[in-house]
């Protein structure tokens, strides 16, 4: 028997699939099941069109191993595609798309953005990555469509597709769970030995209930096969890419960002589809080498950041790079950092940011706006400056986004050094220290990055000048109540305003105070008027020298 070297998602990682689809995959599952198949056990096959071979299949919702009954549909010598009998027999598995599948996986890709990909989604991503493991001398895949038993009904969210590296076979320990993930052939010795706790074979899963294999989830299943099929061959370059948790012999293993990005950078290189971006543009603010917690439901916005951090990889720097980070045996961000010097990372990190900001990679527009905080919920009349405290922790290589309004003009943005500052107006990304005081709007955006640590609280400095009014009201008291003795206004006009005149009434209408001010070249004008008149409520009303009066109620407390 011929095992070569694997890699697996071993936490078992159920990817998503459907580009459009709001639901990802399943939870991680950080146990294997109790079943087990010996090195030369094996279960009832026959390689005949239309015969009956039985396969024992995860149910996701109890993580145990059921067995189910499929019909072989087409073959050649290295790929085998089955439907779950009782699927086909209810019609969520048409045969005239599954010749579709099966001639797009083995033999035709023509959309693929190179003319040496175009033959098939197999052979594509083989050149491009490498082989799937070899499993008793043969490399055969078994494609399995098939209703997913992940709850669908109960929940409303189902599995698009996986793979399950509960089917290859792992250098295991009598007891079926520690297994040691550096084995071969000549050191996997007593007490363990090469065991499989599913079919013993090349086994992708996708879902024909909800997700009909019908002309209509053509376009979805073809994705979710791309998708699946990188992570079978993902198995055979990386045992610890992917895995949460550990082998109980000591290993320690990495999330499944990279792998999950590769996958989804499959389907679109061959032309199948490309990932819905707009979870993570929703909520940009985590890490670059994250992934969600084990159990969490909130998935959505790391697959998509993992798939648009590779497409942005693969538009900037070509299929070399991904497959060098592919292939790396370190995990994580390492296996892309080893690639560049620290300064050459910290580049394409910075890169990466403010293509996304700008909604551009090198080739792809990215047709939704990334999500900002409006800097203009922090700002008081009156003030200059302000402390941006947001409360919001930042893991490390995150970013976020705030919008500042086009009232302001912008004079400083400064924080600590933990927390990177990079502001942009009209597409120039520049430094604080770069700000051009022109008198007009001089920063659309403020984006505060982490590099290699995180930190608790974003928190930043802004000074600024206010360049008209933030309401429709043109005339602005502040304190209201006055604590004292001192009136302090700002009134926004336009440069057709020369002057303005204050009066102050009480609320017998008597005028007990006047005054008469030049605004500046903006239409604006601020200042202090000195109240000694008596405690109580008053009217405030501010006559332009041209169009209308405003009229608004202060309190005065001596």
Not at 9 to 18: H, P
Not at 40 to 67: A, C, H, K, M, P
Not at 494 to 508: A, P
Request: glycine share 8%; proline share 3%; charged share 15%.
């Amino acid at each position: 028997m011929n095992i070569t070297k694997t890699c697996v998602l071993i936490t078992i990682y159920f990817s998503v699939a459907f580009p459009y689809s709001n639901y990802c995959g399943s939870p991680l599952i950080t146990t294997f099941t109790t079943n087990s198949i010996k090195q030369f056990q094996t279960l009832y096959r026959s390689g005949d069109i239309g015969s009956i071979s039985i396969f024992l299949v995860r149910n996701l919702s109890t993580n145990e191993l059921e067995e189910i009954e499929f019909e072989l549909l087409m073959t050649d010598s290295l790929s085998k595609f089955y439907g779950e009998v009782s699927e086909i027999a209810t019609g969520n598995i048409n045969l005239s798309t599954v010749e579709e599948l099966f001639h797009t996986f083995t033999s035709s890709t023509l959309d693929a953005d190179s003319l040496n990909l175009q033959n098939g989604i197999r052979s594509a991503e083989e050149t491009m990555l490498g082989s799937p493991p070899t499993i008793n001398n043969d490399v055969i895949v078994n494609i399995l469509l098939m209703d997913i038993r992940d709850g669908y009904f109960n929940s409303g969210e189902f599995v698009a597709g996986f793979f399950d590296p509960q089917d290859q076979f792992l250098c295991m320990n009598q007891n079926g769970l520690n297994w040691q993930p550096e084995a071969n052939e000549n050191t996997c010795s007593y007490p363990y030995s090469w065991t499989s706790n599913g079919n013993g074979e090349n086994i992708i899963y996708i879902d024909s209930n909800p997700s009909i294999i019908d002309g209509d989830g053509l376009e979805n299943a073809l994705f979710t096969l791309a998708h699946e099929y990188q992570h079978l061959l993902h198995w055979n370059a990386d045992i610890r890419e992917g895995y949460f948790g550990s082998t109980g012999t000591g290993w320690t293993f990495h999330n499944p960002w990279i792998n999950e990005g590769i996958s989804d950078l499959m389907p679109s290189i061959l032309g199948l589809g490309i990932r819905d971006y707009s979870s993570f543009f929703d909520n940009p603010t985590i890490g670059l080498d994250e992934w969600s917690e084990i159990g969490s439901s909130s998935t959505l916005p790391y697959y998509a950041k993992s798939a648009l951090f590779f497409q942005y990889l693969y538009e900037l720097e070509g299929l070399y790079l991904v497959g060098d980070v592919f292939g790396s045996s370190n995990q994580g961000l390492i296996s892309i950092k080893e690639l560049y010097d620290e300064k050459g990372f910290e580049s394409l990190y910075i890169n990466w940011i403010q293509s996304i900001v700008i909604g551009k990679l090198e080739v792809t527009e990215l047709n939704k706006e990334l999500y900002s905080e409006y800097i203009g919920n922090y700002i008081s009349i009156g003030l200059q400056s302000t402390l941006i405290e947001t409360g919001k922790a930042m893991p490390g290589y995150s970013f976020a986004l705030f919008s500042v309004p086009d009232y302001l003009s912008t004079v400083s943005v400064n924080t600590n050094l933990e927390l990177n500052i990079s502001l942009l107006y009209e597409n120039v990304f520049f430094a604080s220290e770069d700000i051009v005081h022109s008198g007009g709007n001089n920063v659309e955006k403020i984006i505060v990055y982490t590099k290699n640590v995180k930190i608790d609280n974003i928190i930043f400095d802004i000074s600024y000048r206010h360049l008209s009014s933030p309401s429709n009201n043109n005339l602005f008291i502040f304190p209201n109540p006055i604590t004292g003795s001192i009136l302090s206004y700002i009134y926004f006009g336009d440069e057709s305003v020369n002057g303005i005149i204050l009066e102050l009434f009480d609320l017998n209408g008597r005028n007990v105070l006047s005054t008469h001010l030049l605004v500046d070249n903006l239409g604006n004008y601020s200042g202090n008027m000195k109240l000694n008149i008596s405690s109580g409520t008053y009217l405030l009303k501010s006559t332009p020298d041209s169009g209308s009066s405003e009229t608004i109620i202060i309190t005065l407390i001596k």
